[in-house]
């Protein structure tokens, strides 16, 4: 069976995904932007990030280093007041921390990551947490989950990614390891071709992890 699972973390632990979209949108229309959600859901499926919108529409880097100050205040705000939990997802991990070793692998900012830690359980079933500031190149390249392998001493085939975006399942696949897509709604117009796995919820892992002995 696989013996390690390494998670992703926005939209398959807490389900921040849509409220970092709402940050970015709020600091671009106070800079006279309107933020396209289909195009920016692609956009963040290949790894382009939340600026080729403004780009293309001549913001210049100097305006969007203060809306990036912004979003990334805007976003805090939504961390500490807006409902990000999923259902069942503690449940599942201590039902799962008898079978498998975990981790998380994030492109979450620290800051971000601890503040959405500050008060929640999740932490205590992961044996480390790899976020943005801990690699130097991102999803969709390999580099995260590969180091989250090595972090493990684990083999690709020993292991699976839990991952909710078409970045996230590019970067475990260019890894070699399988990956469990969950369903996140913000994410669903992704192509997720790619997958090992569909599932609906973090509930169904279980079985994928059992099934692979």
């Known amino acids: 069976m696989k013996e390690y699972i390494l998670f992703d973390h926005d939209g398959v632990l807490v389900d921040t995904e849509y409220w970092y979209f709402k940050a970015a949108e709020r600091a671009l229309c106070e800079a006279g932007f309107v933020l396209d959600a289909e195009q920016y859901v692609r956009d963040m499926a290949c790894g382009a990030g939340s600026w080729v919108q403004a780009r293309a529409a001549g913001i210049d880097e100097r305006a969007l280093g203060r809306v990036r100050g912004a979003r990334d205040a805007y976003y805090q705000e939504y961390l500490r007041t807006e409902d990000i939990e999923i259902d069942g997802v503690l449940d599942t991990l201590a039902e799962l921390s008898a079978y498998v070793r975990m981790a998380i692998v994030t492109t979450a900012k620290r800051a971000d990551f601890e503040l959405i830690h500050e008060k929640r359980r999740i932490r205590q ?35 699976l990614v839990v991952e909710d975006s078409a970045r996230g399942m590019a970067s475990a696949v260019a890894a070699g390891i399988d990956c469990a897509v969950v369903h996140n709604e913000f994410m ?10 569909r599932i609906e919820s973090l509930r169904e892992l279980k079985d994928i992890v059992l099934m692979s002995s």
């Open 125 to 159: 079933f992961m044996e480390f947490v790899i976020v943005r500031e801990d690699c130097a190149l991102a999803k969709p390249h390999p580099a995260p989950y590969l180091t989250g392998l090595k972090r493990f001493g684990a083999a690709p085939e020993e292991a």
């Open 188 to 197: 669903r117009t992704n192509d997720f071709t790619g997958a090992t796995h």
